[in-house]
């Protein structure tokens, strides 16, 4: 299932942002570990330039959207407690996004 997340992202973070998603490239083997604990097919993040600053928008290819989460918050890994960290430490607060239409090829 295909689940996308928007985020708005602290002006004095983006750089932090990404200099993560650069390590996170180079932790492939711990990505790829924790992807098999949550269930977690492919991910892939933007950052989206606005006039009201930058939005992270993060899309995850998943089973299952909640099992993924549970993992992710009962998980030992040290990767895990360090994205999760960045994640709040970037967080520029809520974004009111409107989803408009899903359409799945088979249900």
Request: hydrophobic share 50%; glycine share 4%; proline share 3%.
């Amino acid at each position: 299932m295909l689940h996308v997340r928007f985020q708005r992202v602290r002006p004095d973070k983006v750089e932090r942002l990404r200099a993560w998603m650069t390590e996170l490239a180079g932790r492939a083997d711990e990505v790829r570990e924790t992807f098999a604990q949550e269930g977690v097919h492919a991910e892939k993040a933007w950052l989206i330039h606005t006039a009201d600053g930058v939005v992270l928008a993060y899309a995850l290819i998943v089973d299952d959207i909640d099992a993924a989460f549970a993992a992710h918050r009962a998980s030992t890994l040290p990767i895990d407690h360090e994205h999760a960290a960045v994640m709040q430490e970037i967080d520029g607060g809520p974004l009111d996004v409107e989803q408009i239409w899903e359409m799945l090829a088979k249900e």
